[in-house]
């Protein structure tokens, strides 16, 4: 078993910047793909970032590409998110994901790619 606790989500002014980070407990012997997604009010959940095992790879959504970048070091079994010229549509709970195994870097867009998911953080960007 994984498990995920989120920290540094809050308010924000648009145009702002915010680092999430996303640290790792249990068995982390082996690291594993990492992903972050979120979920604004009356929406679904819907991918952000990925992060390969190693970081060498990394995949954005269309949407947060170019603002927001997506990182990790494995020795504090940390990923991050740093999220810069926020936008009020930005706006949700910020979830980080874990994955078991990895099967191409496009099924990490994918919510059921991922088996141990944290408990959230809100990120409020205010207009």
């Known amino acids: 078993q994984v498990q995920l606790v989120e920290s540094g989500g809050g308010l924000v002014q648009a145009g702002g910047s915010l680092r999430l980070s996303c640290a790792a407990s249990?068995?982390?012997?082996?690291?594993?793909?990492m992903g972050w997604f979120r979920q604004a009010p009356g929406k679904e959940r819907e991918f952000v970032a990925a992060i390969r095992s190693s970081g060498a790879s990394t995949y954005a959504s269309d949407s947060v590409k170019g603002r927001f970048t997506i990182s990790r070091d494995n020795a504090k079994n940390t990923v991050y998110l740093q999220m810069n010229s926020l936008k009020p549509e930005d706006t949700a709970v910020y979830y980080c994901?874990?994955?078991?195994?990895?099967?191409?870097?496009?099924?990490?867009?994918?919510?059921?790619?991922?088996?141990?998911w944290g408990q959230g953080t809100q990120v409020t960007v205010s207009s």
């Open positions: 249990g068995r982390t012997e082996s690291s594993y793909p």
């Open positions: 994901a874990a994955a078991r195994f990895f099967l191409g870097m496009a099924n990490l867009r994918l919510r059921s790619h991922y088996d141990y």
